[in-house]
């Protein structure tokens, strides 16, 4: 055991003197984070794919209206009548980067799709078009599927604006 931790060292300060003759310590920790972020995005990827597939889904409805389908477990005021649009935040305001869900039924094709509900925040709130409907609303003991906080987290500015709502991909939820 002894002799194998001696040649795993032996290796490992090789190898790091071998590196340590090739590259710059600005060098590895400019590649090191460019990895650190590379892997960091890496989650979002199925996020953007499903975004892209979104384009091709039947709408019906109106998006300034609370009666909008996609806004089934809507908190808040919509971003479509504060100037952005039902998917992007007005200018001025960034997304945040955490949200909650919710699955709703989409008329037009009688899908269930899942929803993610992502506050703007960086302006006070627009005060427009409020609404909050609560079809299929969990309890606040499940924070992630609950329109009742506050998800400005991860933001410059932890102010309120509106919500959008963006269609995460079609739910494997009946009903």
Same mark, same amino acid.
């Given at each position: ?36 972020? %590379?892997?960091? +995005?890496? &989650?979002?990827?199925? *996020? ?5 597939? $979104?384009?091709?889904?039947?709408? @019906? ?30 200018? %001025?305001?960034? +997304?945040? &980067?955490?949200?909650? *869900? ?5 008329? $037009?094709?009688?899908?269930?799709? @899942? ?61």
């Amino acid at each position: 055991m002894n002799k194998l931790i001696k040649l795993m060292d032996a290796r490992v300060a090789r190898t790091t003197r071998s590196l340590a003759k090739r590259v710059s310590r600005r060098g590895f920790l400019s590649r090191l984070g460019g990895v650190l972020v %590379g892997v960091g +995005a890496f &989650p979002l990827l199925p *996020v953007v794919r499903e975004a892209a597939a $979104a384009n091709d889904i039947p709408e @019906l409805g109106d998006p300034q209206s609370c009666d909008y389908w996609r806004y089934c477990a809507f908190g808040g005021n919509l971003c479509s009548c504060c100037g952005g649009s039902h998917t992007k935040c007005p200018p %001025g305001t960034e +997304a945040s &980067p955490v949200a909650w *869900v919710g699955t709703c039924r989409n008329p $037009a094709d009688g899908k269930q799709y @899942l929803i993610s509900y992502n506050d703007c925040c960086g302006k006070t709130s627009c005060g427009r078009c409020n609404c909050h409907r609560s079809e299929g609303d969990t309890p606040i003991y499940a924070p992630s599927k609950s329109n009742n906080i506050l998800w400005c987290f991860g933001t410059q500015s932890h102010s309120y604006h509106c919500t959008v709502a963006l269609i995460y991909g079609e739910s494997s939820q009946v009903g």
